[in-house]
């Protein structure tokens, strides 16, 4: 695909997104106004914000619905975006063999535990398709698996859209990860394979390094694919990153214009 055509063909995905996003959010708030169970509506019970007043009472609402749902849009944006330069698939299916989930525990408790604690390395795992004996099939569901056609590489992402990696699920959540890299890499060889924590934006402000002590447990910095970084991947280009921020800046607008009309529905004296 051509530089140009690429760029426009990435605007028209985030424009889709983000229009479909701020129509859909709309109507389902607006559509639960008089409903007692709806998003905003259930937490106006909750009589330790109701004494901040109303307005505070509506936007922490709100604020937690958008937050959620904003993040789910940005997942499909980017799998829609993946599927102009990958072959994208969702789940890994394949041998795996005992010897090699023995190894993965055993490394992943090295990771976890307090004293003499492992540093994660990709090194870690080099090797562990020689790793061979007593043979199954499993399915691994995926947040992302990519398939760069050109190159023959295989990407592997587990992606956290602010990075945020919960404390009881990050062991099986790399554990899951380096399952499916023994699938894949038992027929494709290890070279053609690439393990990535990723997140949409950088909570700690693009360009500056990447901190969070539950992430780095279990994922090593060569691992990390951070905001720009995923972003660029998935464009396949190095100003992708650029032109997904430029074109979403532009296009806020319909977001915005959908709280303004949520608002003056909740809260129309204010």
């Keep these: 695909m051509e530089i140009v055509n690429k760029e426009n063909a990435i605007r028209s995905i985030v424009k889709s997104a983000v229009k479909a996003y701020a129509n ?20 106006i019970h909750n009589v330790f914000i109701a004494a901040l007043g109303k307005e505070i009472q509506y936007y922490s609402a709100l604020a937690r619905s958008l937050d959620s749902s904003l993040g789910n849009m940005l997942e499909s944006m980017a799998i829609s975006i993946a599927e102009l330069n990958y072959k994208v698939s969702q789940h890994v299916e394949g041998t795996l063999y005992r010897e090699q ?9 090295q990771y976890k535990r307090s004293e003499n604690r492992r540093i994660p390395k ?20 995926s947040d992302y698996y990519l398939v760069d056609e050109e ?10 859209i602010g990075g945020d990696l919960d404390n009881k ?18 027929k494709l060889g290890e070279e053609k394979v690439k393990i990535l924590f990723a997140t949409a934006y950088n909570r700690y402000g693009e360009g500056r390094p990447w901190t ?5 447990q279990f994922f090593s910095r060569d691992e990390l694919c951070i905001s720009r970084d995923f972003w660029n991947l998935i464009c ?18 319909y ?14 004296n204010e």
């Design 24 to 43: 859909g959010f709309s109507t389902r708030h607006l559509s639960e106004l008089d409903n007692e169970n709806g998003v905003i509506n259930m937490k």
């Design 101 to 109: 989930t023995d190894y993965i525990a055993e490394l992943l408790e």
């Design 122 to 141: 990709i090194e870690d795992y080099q090797g562990i398709t020689q790793k061979k004996g007593t043979a199954s099939t499993k399915r691994h569901e």
């Design 151 to 160: 190159t023959g590489m295989h990407y592997l992402i587990e992606l956290k």
């Design 169 to 186: 699920k990050a062991r099986s959540e790399k554990e899951a990860l380096l399952e499916q890299y023994c699938i894949l890499t038992n």
């Design 212 to 216: 969070q002590g539950r992430v780095l």
């Design 236 to 253: 396949k280009s190095e100003h992708g990153y650029d032109v997904v921020i430029d074109e979403y800046k532009k296009d806020a607008h």
């Design 255 to 268: 977001i915005n214009e959908a709280l303004n009309e949520i608002k003056d529905a909740y809260l129309p």
